[in-house]
Nanobody, 125 residues
Framework: QVQLVESGGRLVQAGGSLRLSCSAS????????MGWFRQAPGKEREFVAG????????SYADSVKGRFTISRDNAKNTVYLQMNSLKPEDTAVYYC??????????????????WGQGTQVTVSS
């Protein structure tokens, strides 16, 4: 069992930056693939970024490539999402998720087993 808690979301102007954090409980954090997803009002939850257990492999949605960076610190049981050059269309609730299947970095929500409560990111124009 893994419990995930996101933080760092807030209101920011377009062009600004934010760093989201996701802290995980438990002693097996380093054995999970971790992902960030987001969901805007009236839209489906979508993949943003994912990272392998040791951080050696990352994956990004096309919409955030070159602007967002996912990273993890297994000693701190934490995964991060650095978001730069933010746009109004990045406005959403951002969720972190953990996948125990260990078959690559999944991009679909159904593959992830544990979810945080989410943190709101609002980008004003």
């Amino acid at each position: 069992q893994v419990q995930l808690v996101e933080s760092g979301g807030r209101l920011v102007q377009a062009g600004g930056s934010l760093r989201l954090s996701c802290s995980a409980s438990g002693r097996t954090f380093s054995s999970y693939v971790m992902g960030w997803f987001r969901q805007a009002p009236g839209k489906e939850r979508e993949f943003v970024a994912g990272i392998s257990e040791n951080g050696g492999t990352t994956s990004y949605a096309d919409s955030v490539k070159g602007r967002f960076t996912i990273s993890r610190d297994n000693a701190k049981n934490t995964v991060y999402l650095q978001m730069n050059s933010l746009k109004p269309e990045d406005t959403a609730v951002y969720y972190c998720a953990a996948d125990r299947a260990l078959v690559g970095v999944a991009t679909t929500p159904v593959r992830y087993d544990y979810w945080g409560q989410g943190t709101q990111v609002t980008v004003s124009s």
